[in-house]
């Protein structure tokens, strides 16, 4: 069956990095996009960043981008996630999620494959 698994989470100071790691399995990684999804206390979930099966094409959310680096090792069934100058608004659960298809979507509603998600707290 599909599993993703989060990792790399953690307390970072503000202007810290941290790295999130998607670990996947059950499906054929290499033919499918990944995204990473965040939930802030009180907040809805929010799209952070996608990247295509080939990993040629990658999005951000405006928030986070030209901080945030979304990568892919399709050897290792691994997707990453470089967060650099991160913020204390950055704090939140982050998830990786699948749909099964080539392509990104910004709606969480799109899909149907979560992991159980990383705790990213930017404080200082």
């Known amino acids: 069956q599909v599993q993703l698994v989060e990792s790399g989470g953690g307390l970072v100071q503000p202007g810290g990095s941290l790295r999130l790691s998607c670990a996947a399995s059950?499906?054929?990684?290499?033919?499918?996009?990944i995204a990473w999804f965040r939930r802030a206390p009180g907040k809805e979930r929010e799209g952070v960043s996608c990247i295509r099966s080939s990993g040629g094409s990658t999005y951000y959310s405006d928030s986070v981008k030209g901080r945030f680096t979304i990568t892919r090792d399709n050897a290792k069934n691994t997707v990453y996630l470089q967060m650099n100058s991160l913020k204390p608004e950055d704090t939140a659960v982050y998830f990786c999620?699948?749909?099964?298809?080539?392509?990104?979507?910004?709606?969480?509603?799109?899909?149907?494959?979560w992991g159980q998600g990383t705790q990213v707290t930017v404080s200082s």
């Open positions: 059950g499906f054929t990684f290499n033919y499918y996009a």
């Open positions: 999620a699948t749909r099964l298809y080539v392509y990104c979507s910004g709606d969480a509603s799109d899909y149907d494959y």
